[in-house]
């Protein structure tokens, strides 16, 4: 093996840190290896508590930035001995931090990723690239979403119009149009409102293949409300995070609601309004798509899938399972594929996507120390 690269992604879910181990040529890459090492109680507290409530001493913000690059040291380690993959193998990892504030709007737009990659090059003796939205930013683009360049790098197809929908704690689409240029956007909430509710009702993490929300039914007065949105009218280049799309911002929606509604029809409802908003972005696209490729968790949601596939009946829907990488890691690889463009010297973000002012390699690089 050659060419090899390890990807770090910490979702919003908080659910655990996903590490993946790949092999890039000129066209392709080759998932070798993957896992995901879940959050330890006390610091997945530590991280909730401040996105929460985005106030806290200098202090905790920087011992956090400490403990969380050591546990990211400890989950690549994890994934190069289940590989048996030595580290001076691999030329570099992609390091996405996690994110604990987006704000891409101006003015002193900016994006705060956690977890030290300083420690992580220092624990693990690999380059490592981090800050990756930073540079982006900088030539005052959102800094998101960057998964469309990869998108069209992995899944274009010079003969059909395809659209990909990644469903993480927020979902974005890539359109992959051969006949137009890259474009690609944060259509809204994933799973971030799914996951809570879920959790906030039923202390249960996530609604595996969107079960639970089956058993409810949609409240079509509290979906116009949440669908009323100033978000959902904004044009792109757009971008947004879990300190937008929360459970208060919920909240404030089901008080407008004159009648009582249950736990599962406000489940039924989130399910809903994350895959008409999906539908909704696809639709003003006016590609008319052949195609609509789903990564990420949301991937798994059986119930959001259906009613993707309902809104959207005149394209096939799969995933990129299908496409050669499963939906669950896709967003690691593409931190992978972001340290390799990085290193290389080669542009990660999309002008026409971001807003950014032009094209750039992302990213600071922290040389490893063995």
């Known amino acids: 093996m050659s060419n090899l690269y390890i990807g770090v992604m910490s979702g919003t879910s908080l659910d655990g840190v996903d590490t993946v181990l790949v092999e890039f040529d000129k066209k392709h890459c080759k998932l070798h290896q993957a896992r995901t090492t879940p959050y330890p109680k006390e610091i997945r507290t530590q991280i909730l508590r401040i996105i929460k409530n985005p106030q806290t001493s200098l202090q905790e913000l920087g011992e956090l930035d400490r403990v969380l690059g050591i546990f990211f040291s400890d989950c690549i380690t994890k994934l190069l001995q289940s590989s048996s993959v030595k580290a001076e193998k691999i030329i570099g990892i992609g390091h996405s931090g996690h994110t604990v504030f987006h704000k891409p709007a101006l003015p002193n737009a900016f994006s705060m990723?956690?977890?030290?990659?300083s420690t992580i090059a220092a624990e693990t003796g690999i380059t490592t690239v981090a800050h990756i939205r930073n540079m982006d930013l900088a030539l005052g683009g959102q800094g998101a979403p960057l998964a469309p360049a990869f998108h069209q790098w992995q899944f274009a197809d010079p003969e059909e119009t395809r659209i990909v929908v990644n469903i993480g704690g927020i979902a974005n689409i890539s359109?992959?149009?051969?006949?137009?240029p890259l474009t690609g956007y944060d259509t809204g909430p994933g799973n971030t409102l799914l996951d809570n509710w879920s959790l906030q009702c039923r202390k249960i993490q996530f609604d595996d293949k969107g079960k639970w929300s089956k058993t409810g039914q949609i409240n079509q007065s509290l979906l116009s409300i949440l669908k009323n949105d100033k978000y959902f009218k904004i044009d792109p280049p757009k971008s947004t995070g879990v300190e937008y799309f929360n459970l208060a911002w919920l909240q404030k929606a089901i008080k407008q609601i004159e009648k009582n509604i249950t736990n599962e029809d406000i489940q039924a409802t989130l399910t809903e309004l994350t895959a008409?908003?999906?539908?909704?972005?696809?639709?003003?696209?006016?590609?008319?798509?052949?195609?609509?490729?789903?990564?990420?968790?949301?991937?798994?949601?059986?119930?959001?899938?259906?009613?993707?596939?309902?809104?959207?009946?005149?394209?096939?829907?799969?995933?990129?399972?299908?496409?050669?990488?499963d939906p669950r890691w896709v967003e690691a690889v593409l931190f992978a594929w972001l340290a390799r463009n990085r290193l290389k010297n080669k542009t990660g973000n999309v002008p026409s996507v971001t807003g950014a002012r032009s094209?750039?390699?992302?990213?600071?690089?922290?040389?490893?120390?063995?």
């Open 175 to 180: 359109i992959l149009d051969p006949k137009r």
């Open 113 to 117: 990723q956690i977890g030290d990659p």
């Open 359 to 370: 094209a750039a390699p992302l990213g600071g690089i922290y040389y490893g120390q063995v």
């Open 276 to 325: 008409s908003t999906i539908a909704d972005a696809i639709d003003k696209t006016e590609t008319d798509p052949n195609l609509v490729i789903l990564c990420g968790g949301g991937a798994l949601n059986t119930a959001l899938k259906e009613r993707i596939a309902s809104l959207l009946p005149r394209s096939k829907l799969d995933t990129t399972d299908t496409y050669g990488i």
